[in-house]
């Protein structure tokens, strides 16, 4: 039930049916609500700058559009980077270094899924998850990075930074703001961004499927078992038949769901996401399978502003 549950909620706000279109046009009041204190925050927001280069990679619409993968391609380039985030459906609140220089210090309960995900991704990288960025920002400073990235920081209009949007391969077919649909901000505002990059054409994703860290194909019975946002767009990369069984964003799972998916599928291997398997790796799951995520960015993207941007800093440096 929870699964179609979300999974209705998720067609609502990207691809809704008539019905759906229908309770979006009802709920338009609050759209409009909701526009006019985005407008207004942002028309009120007076960026801070810090005196090192901030890199934002965000999205303009809810959910995942790969801000976490092209994170990592771009910040894997540069010595001394740090990675800010939220840490969404983390057992924690506050700042947490989750890793230092490669290090990690706290467990994926603390951090949240995409945290570690980094923290494992980027093993010379230092990786921070608090709701104040801006507190984030000065611990960075105070550990000595010279680079910052914000994962899904658009939206932070009191900072200073540098703002790549990722816009997504399938446009959705409702165009409205949260509730009436799936955009966090207007759409409008993708002008806004300093690099924009569409799936499928500036960047795409290359899956590779491993079993202990080898590459390897998948079993005739496998279930896909995940807790993304946009879950069924998985399925492009699998076999055509495969079952799924998804969780709402972030979810964190428990013994008693591994165990009944266990029963109910046994004979059955699994796979999952990179961020899903962080945490269903402490189930000792034996069949578990990964979907190992790459990015490739095309050659054709020009990102000389962005490294105008960061030079812009090593000068201000060197003047001083």
Same mark, same amino acid.
């Given at each position: ?33 909701? &526009? ?19 890199? =934002? ?7 995942? =559009? ?11 380039? $540069? ?86 949007l990722l816009r997504p391969k399938d446009e959705p077919t409702n165009i409205f703001c949260l509730p009436?649909?799936? +955009? ?5 505002? $993708? ?45 492009? $990369?699998?076999?055509? #038949?495969?079952? &799924? ?10 013994? #008693? ?10 004979? $059955? ?19 578990? +399978? ?29 003047? #001083?």
């Amino acid at each position: 039930m929870k699964q179609k549950l979300h999974l209705w909620i998720e067609d609502y706000l990207f691809f809704p049916n008539t019905l759906q279109k229908i309770i979006s046009f009802l709920l338009l009041p609050l759209t409009f609500i909701y &526009m006019l204190i985005i407008l207004t925050k942002r028309a009120m927001a007076k960026p801070i700058e810090f005196g090192i280069p901030i890199i =934002s990679v965000g999205n303009i619409i809810v959910g995942g =559009s790969g801000k976490t993968p092209v994170t990592i391609k771009l910040a894997s380039k $540069y010595e001394n980077a740090c990675v800010i985030l939220r840490g969404y459906g983390r057992a924690s609140k506050g700042l947490y270094v989750v890793s230092l220089n490669g290090k990690i210090l706290e467990d994926v309960k603390t951090s949240g899924d995409e945290a570690m995900l980094l923290a494992n991704s980027l093993p010379k990288a230092t990786i921070i998850v608090c709701e104040n960025r801006i507190k984030a920002i000065l611990k960075a400073k105070e550990l000595g990075c010279k680079i910052i990235f914000l994962d899904d920081g658009f939206s932070k209009y009191q900072i200073s930074k540098f703002n790549i949007l990722l816009r997504p391969k399938d446009e959705p077919t409702n165009i409205f703001c949260l509730p009436s649909g799936g +955009y966090r901000e207007p759409k409008g505002f $993708y002008a806004q961004a300093n690099i924009e990059l569409l799936e499928g054409m500036d960047f795409k994703r290359v899956i590779s499927i491993k079993k202990d860290a080898n590459i390897c194909d998948l079993p005739v019975k496998t279930l896909l078992i995940t807790a993304i946002s946009k879950p069924k767009r998985l399925l492009e $990369y699998l076999p055509k #038949d495969i079952k &799924m069984i998804s969780f709402p964003d972030h979810y964190t799972f428990t013994k #008693d769901d591994i165990l009944k998916i266990q029963n109910e599928y046994k004979n $059955y291997a699994f796979v999952t996401t990179g961020k899903d398997f962080v945490k269903l790796k402490e189930f000792d799951m034996t069949n578990l +399978y990964l979907m190992d995520l790459d990015i490739k960015i095309d050659e054709k993207v020009d990102f000389s502003l962005m490294e105008e941007y960061i030079e812009s800093f090593k000068k201000g440096v060197e003047n #001083d």
